[in-house]
């Protein structure tokens, strides 16, 4: 391959010996440059990978000189091995379990009875994101948040009574052989972290930097003393945070460079790609390819429709069924399914499981909440669709789904459609615009309010996962919207130094 002067920048840095972190854009080739940077030296490396099928893509592009594994692999061979009886052990019920570490009554919370079987769940999930973090030990913040118990009052009475358990069940999963709590990948990970691991290692590239665990990215970082440390991501694909990822490119102590050419797509999509990035206030910005023909329009028949909810994805897999297209779901229909599955527990008068309306004694009190509590807004789509088709109609369009080798069109969330591209793309109507600002503009009309950081993101995220064309659809709203004018070209803009 013939290096752009970005890529021979990074090279330089690379070579130079420095702590680098590397801004990578949209489709800008981040995997070819790193190979680019291991083959040109003698040294050893390591490349912590983001999954298992990255890694192994990553050991046929990387010389034999760089060893490719994701975090756990290297936990794994750290101390995951100790604990692999546990690790097969038979899933059980989350009540079983907190019955194991003494969870054998329901408690009430303000006007809420949260049963055994909740708090064993919110027990279990305390130590998940506890794992997730760079903490030391459980504590209260681990606690996750409850729909229903939003008041802080009410989530401190909670996490009062949830923290002894989870400390309890964190001392039960550190015995090798066998114990109440089924032992997960997690669990070594964070156990390993712990530790306080040294790599032998010339060099250690991260990939996806920005949407590391602060227990990956701890560490990453703890490194620096004897390695050179090498981060390549987006900060503007940043669009993990809700589960705990952080973006550890920004005010990483290092020299910041970029790649903004995108190989993906051509001019007119890179400059709908930086009307986002500007909204973003990210640090690149995209130039496109002359030769690769992208457009702007609308599209009949997309390869892939790109939703903002879940629900919203379940809503068009509806309508395209109902054209008789044959329909594919990235990531699959188990978690749609089981939010029918959970409000059809609820109309039928019956308290579910489901983590997000677990705390709902009846469908006629989610759709109270959904209508009237401003915490509940997100959950009125999903109380419209039910409420329209019924959980029949929803579970039976679940069971139609297609692999994607076989669909006309893919449905995915803009979340799941990371790391993916199709030739044809259209973005789903529950896009929404912001809501109004409490001013008006001269005709007396409401000025519409600012576009959140977060969701600018993963607008990005949207728009640059197509080729050859882009049907704005349901992000259409940004044409009119007065706070982001076009910005001007990345010529105009200087990149980072």
């Known amino acids: 391959m013939n290096p752009t002067d970005e890529q021979r920048a990074a090279a330089d840095a690379f070579h130079s010996g420095d702590h680098l972190a590397l801004q990578a854009g949209a489709g800008t080739g981040k995997t070819t440059t790193l190979a680019l940077l291991a083959h040109a030296t003698k040294r050893r490396g390591r490349y912590l990978a983001y999954n298992r099928a990255i890694a192994r893509d990553a050991t046929a592009r990387f010389p034999s000189t760089v060893i490719c594994k994701t975090a756990h692999a290297l936990a794994y061979a750290g101390v995951g091995h100790r604990y692999t009886r546990r690790l097969g052990a038979p899933r059980r019920p989350a009540w079983q379990t907190g019955q194991s570490l003494g969870i054998t009554k329901a408690v009430r919370i303000g006007e809420r009875e949260v049963s055994q079987k909740t708090l064993s769940n919110v027990t279990l999930r305390t130590v998940a994101r506890f794992c997730h973090t760079a903490d030391a030990a459980i504590t209260r913040h681990h606690v996750p948040r409850m729909r229903g118990l939003e008041d802080e009052a009410l989530h401190t009475q909670l996490a009062a009574h949830i923290v002894p358990f989870a400390l309890k069940a964190w001392t039960d999963l550190q015995h090798p052989d066998d114990g109440a709590v089924r032992f997960e990948h997690d669990h070594y990970l964070k156990i390993w972290a712990l530790t306080q691991p040294k790599l032998d290692t010339d060099f250690l590239l991260l990939d ?5 665990n602060p227990v990956v990215e701890q560490i990453f970082l703890d490194q620096r003393s004897h390695t050179q440390l090498v ?4 900060s503007a694909q940043a669009i993990y945070h809700w589960r705990g990822a952080k973006d550890v490119m920004t005010g990483f102590d290092g020299t910041q460079l970029a790649l903004s050419k995108s190989f993906r797509f051509g001019p007119s999509l890179a400059e709908e790609a930086n009307r986002w990035l500007a909204i973003a206030d990210a640090p690149i910005r995209l130039t496109g390819t002359d030769t690769v023909p992208t457009e702007l329009g609308p599209l009949t028949q997309p390869d892939a429709v790109l939703c903002r909810t879940n629900v919203g994805a379940m809503a068009q897999v509806m309508e395209l069924l109902a054209h008789r297209y044959q329909v594919a ?18 109309k039928e008068g019956r308290r579910t499981t489901h983590p997000e309306l677990v705390l709902f ?21 999903l109380v419209d669709l039910v409420d329209t088709h019924g959980t029949e109609a929803i579970l039976n369009a679940v069971a139609q789904l297609v692999p994607e080798q076989q669909a006309e069109v893919t449905v995915s969330t803009a979340h799941k459609a990371k790391g993916r591209e199709w030739a044809r793309v259209k973005i789903a ?21 600012p576009i959140d950081d977060g969701e600018a993101r993963l607008a ?15 992000l259409s709203w940004i044409e009119e919207h007065p706070a982001t004018p076009l910005p001007p070209s990345p010529q105009a803009k200087d990149g980072p130094t």
């Not at 981060?231 to 987006?234: C, F, I, L």
């Not at 990005?460 to 349901?474: E, K």
């Open 429 to 449: 109507d529950d896009f929404t615009p912001p809501k109004d600002s409490d001013q008006l503009d001269d005709t007396g009309r409401a000025v519409p309010g």
């Open 361 to 381: 004694p009846s469908w006629g009190e989610l759709q109270d909440y959904a209508t009237h509590d401003p915490a509940g807004r997100d959950l009125q789509p």
């Open 460 to 474: 990005y995220v949207a728009v640059t996962r197509t080729r050859h064309r882009l049907d704005l659809g349901g």
């Open 208 to 212: 996806e930097a920005q949407d590391t």
């Open 231 to 234: 981060m390549v991501g987006d």
């Open 329 to 346: 779901l990235v990531g699959g229909g188990d978690s749609l399914r089981a939010l029918a599955l959970a409000a059809h527990d609820l």
